[in-house]
């Protein structure tokens, strides 16, 4: 009997430095992606020190003098900071409004019939997403310019009058917003047409045969079957709740809009690359991954719960 | 039964005309912006800022064009921005790919803290200064070299890879090589990488784009104007000089130098839409090469990591 236990090597227990050593030829191939986040991405989180240090160009990181939450309580108490949070807070709330879009227009790429429609669809609705934010943003002023623009054009032709768009804050936020449903509303939907396509033909059937229409079929076996992955993308975008496009707000900030426009991203840069404040913009910048980590650990755990699908 | 499934048919078809009228609309409101920039680029200047474009060309031109390749500043965005993109590009997949591979492989010790080591960064990081600081330090800020060591990685990037190595190379495979003799290098050189070609097309599209429409490091990390890629070049003409308009001063011309001044302003304008057709281009045409790849390259547990 004993012949019929298949022989496992035994394998003495190596220390986990030992079992890389033989493994050496893949790390090798790990090593240069290893080293480049050590210095790009790990190097400068030990420099998140400075939030709570008196930075010093002359001393450096490591020696400047260690001054506490100094920073954090300068931010909270400056007038403006409230409004600069409210801001973000709205932007990324409305931004995160328009998520299921993607998830409409995919489950309806999805039902298209004709195949070659159907990646004509595809094609034409990524295409504003390969455009730069700069290239955006100078379509945003031409098209909304109220003496030239098309928008305007558009309006005047058909009976209504020009709207100085750029100049009026109330329509920063919906350009803003609308302006990337236009760019990333195709984009988005490759993630649950890849998802669709991985939903067993069987079950379409079965769901037919039991006298399922359209409607009830993309309610009762679409859905569900991309239910996890729209969580996981739920779960990904709250980790970014206070993290708002940084370029194409900065770009579309002006004078006039700036009340609505200024958001945690464009006052660290505004005070800390062009200000020379890199403590304080440092503390405001820890401030805000930290809300961010903070999100996504809730929602990653709220979800967990309730829906068993989570990021860990 | 019969009569269950002629309901049902009509039922589809009522369904499926509205979707293709839906996808139409959706299509008109995804290409006529893009189209309208491509018509107003060759349109007179004149009858663009009185909006008299919308479906054709007015008064067919070529000058706008020529506005803009006479613009020195164009030309050198331009040649920055494709050494940017290629060098750059390359030296992202150098990064991706192979620790990609490395990840993918299930008995590779140490395999979970490695993991880990790559996600923090993914929702941690130091942020703008510290970053600044630390490429200050390295001199990695105002130098040719700045815009291809910085942002180089992307651990989505990363991870939708390893994934498709993942599904897309059997695990018998490797068995094979490694019975064969062949060592782990040999084994991602010769058998896995021939199989991912598609993963390496989309890594290709997906770094050279950001490369390509890259502004914010560049905007952070370089002010040399010799250095500046085509976005800031585009970005100082196309936002700028957005008052060219207004800021004819009318006050102190006679007629014909009113009329000579609000000229110039209005090519100006006409000359955005074609530096917005000249910097986009290129990617606009390469993407479709590689779009059949996208949805297959995005799998579900793509996303999860």
Known sequence: ?312 | MKAAIIRRTRADKVFDVLNVIFMVLILLIALYPLYFVLIASVSDAYAVAKGQVFLWPNGFTWESYMNVFKEPRVWTGYRNTIFYTVVGTTFSLFLTIPSAYGLSKKSLPGKHLLSIYFLIPMYFSGGLIPTYLVMKDLNLVNQWYSMILIAASSVYNMIVTRVYFQSNVPEELYESARIDGANELKTFFAIALPLVTPIIAVMTLFFAVSRWNDYFNSLIYVTKNDYLPLQMVLRSILLNSQTALQKVDTSSMDVDAIKNAARLAYMAEAMKYALIVVSSAPLLVAYPFVQKHFVKGMMVGAVKG
């Open chain 1, 1 to 312: 009997m004993t012949n019929s236990v298949p022989s496992v090597p035994v394998v003495p227990h190596r220390s986990l430095g030992r079992r890389i050593l033989d493994h050496w030829q893949i790390y090798l191939l790990i090593m240069p992606a290893m080293i480049y986040f050590f210095i790009f991405y790990y190097m400068p989180m030990a420099g998140l020190q400075i939030a709570f240090r008196d930075y010093r160009v002359t001393k450096g990181i490591w020696d400047s003098t260690w001054v506490g939450w100094k920073y954090f309580q300068k931010f909270f108490s400056h007038p403006q900071c409230w409004k600069i949070i409210r801001n973000t807070l709205g932007l990324s709330l409305y931004t995160l409004a328009t998520f299921p879009l993607s998830i409409i227009a995919a489950l309806l790429i999805n039902e298209l019939r004709s195949g070659v429609f159907k990646k004509t669809v595809q094609m034409i609705t990524y295409a504003p997403h390969f455009i730069s934010t700069v290239v955006i943003c100078s379509m945003i002023n031409l098209f909304m310019n109220q003496s030239t623009g098309l928008f305007n054009n558009i309006s005047e032709m058909l009976g209504g009058s020009r709207v100085d768009f750029l100049g009026n804050a109330s329509f920063f936020p919906h350009i803003y917003v609308w302006s990337s449903v236009w760019q990333d509303l195709g984009w988005g939907t490759i993630i649950y047409l890849a998802t669709l396509s991985s939903v067993s033909p069987e079950l379409h059937e079965a769901a037919y045969m039991d006298g399922a229409n359209r409607m009830q079929i993309i309610w009762h076996v679409n859905i569900p079957s991309i239910l996890p992955t729209v969580v996981i993308m739920l779960i990904m975008n709250c980790g970014r709740i206070l993290s708002v496009g940084f370029e194409k707000i900065y770009l579309l900030q002006n004078s006039l809009n700036l009340d609505v426009s200024q958001v945690i991203s464009t006052y660290t840069y505004e005070l800390g690359l062009l200000g020379g404040q890199y403590s304080y913009s440092t503390a405001i910048g820890l401030f805000n991954t930290i809300v961010n980590v903070l999100m996504l650990v809730i929602v990653n755990t709220i979800c967990r719960r309730i829906s068993d699908v989570s990021l860990w």
